[in-house]
């Protein structure tokens, strides 16, 4: 049985497609193996001839991966480009994994901890080519006013990190468990939960810059905004590196075969 | 008589399953065992290749699936059961007059060349 899972495994892992999408594959495709296998069985043959007619019948892993592909929609298989570099990397990336015993909160904590320094140079980055632009423009702020929005959007990015990682471990992991329509509303629950938490947090902004008037306001607003674009990039992209390998993993291993 | 295998399958394997799924619901296994059963032994399908051809349909919204329940207790793979949607059935219809016409031009050709 193990030789049907590992052919449907060599099938399925290297499809950039969603983590749900894969596993309606890994499924459907195991059924069918199995039912073949089954088959086999009733007709009289041996356990090993029955996995090897089967797999024979289901055709080439490599014919079978393209066209699997091909079935996925573009606009799917873009944002998952990142997963394969990304399982390279699991070893790398087991530290952040949930440890047995852990708290939500304090993996969330945990991982706010790793995520935000690393991307710290990316920050800096960005806010340096928008204040050199602006300062370019004969608009540039003082350093104290460039050190406050940094400032601002590092705290609001750790709190919005933060609440996403606790929703991604808890709530919705919880709710995946009563059925697909549910975990459907949850993952869109995750996406408006990080939005309102975006809003919340530019809101923080603004309140910092309100209450420190700037001669500069209409300065301020552009950064605000470009900054506020660039943000849930920065907090998806790691949020789906972190739990796309987890949650893979996690779901196929609770594909139970056999009764 | 030769099996039909490889592209000449692959190009009309949407057709089939559609004019399969037209005698009613079934799961992808099933779906090859008709198919097997209606090609009379000569269709050499690699049953892989069925789940791409299905996936591509539901996604048009020619066919939907469903996920079918296991009894309390019993574990493993579930299977998906797909139907034909209504606009799966006039999909259906069409290819298969556009399939008649093509079958008409073609073999009065070939007729006509013997």
Redesign the interface.
């Known amino acids: 049985m193990r030789q049907l899972k590992v052919q449907v495994e060599r099938v399925v892992r290297p499809v950039r497609a969603s983590i749900g999408r894969k596993m309606q594959m890994r499924e459907e495709l195991l059924g069918h193996l199995e039912a073949g296998y089954q088959e086999g069985l009733a007709n009289g043959l041996k356990e090993e001839d029955a996995i090897r007619r089967a797999l024979e019948r289901f055709g080439s892993p490599g014919v079978l991966r393209a066209e699997l592909q091909a079935s996925v929609p573009v606009v799917e298989r873009v944002p998952y480009f990142v997963l394969p570099f990304h399982a390279r990397s699991t070893e790398a990336g087991q530290p952040l994994w949930r440890r047995d015993d852990e708290s939500a909160l304090r993996r969330a904590w945990r991982l706010c901890r790793f995520v935000l320094p690393s991307c710290l140079p990316y920050f800096a980055g960005v806010y340096a080519l928008l204040f050199g632009y602006l300062a370019a423009s004969g608009k540039g702020l003082s350093l104290s006013e460039c050190a406050r929005f940094m400032a601002a959007f590092y705290v609001v990015s750790l709190a919005c990190f933060f609440l996403y990682v606790v929703f991604l471990d808890e709530v919705q992991q919880a709710l995946e468990t009563a059925g697909s329509s549910v975990h459907r509303i949850a993952r869109i629950g995750g996406w408006c939960l990080l939005a309102i938490a975006l809003l919340m947090g530019s809101g923080a902004s603004i309140w910092l810059i309100a209450g420190n008037p700037s001669p500069h306001a209409h300065v301020s607003w552009q950064i605000l905004v470009a900054a506020s674009v660039l943000m849930p990039a920065m907090l998806v992209c790691p949020a789906i590196a972190l739990t796309a390998d987890r949650k893979r993993r996690e779901e196929w291993e609770n594909l139970i075969l056999d009764g | 008589m030769n099996e039909i295998s490889g592209d000449t399958l692959r190009g009309h394997l949407e057709m089939m399953v559609l004019a399969v799924l037209s005698h009613g619901e079934a ?3 099933e779906i ?1 065992r008709r198919l097997e059963e209606h090609g009379s032994g000569l269709l050499e399908l ?4 069925l ?3 299905l ?2 349909l539901e ?1 048009a919204g020619h066919i939907r699936g469903r ?1 079918e329940e296991k009894p309390t ?8 059961t797909y139907r034909l949607t209504p606009k799966g059935l006039r999909e259906l219809a069409l290819r298969q007059e556009s399939w008649r016409r093509f079958v008409n031009v073609v073999g009065g050709i070939l007729e006509a060349a013997t």
């Open positions: 799961h992808g296994y090859a690699k049953e892989g290749t789940y791409p051809a996936y591509r996604e996920w207790g019993i574990r493993g793979p579930r299977r998906r």
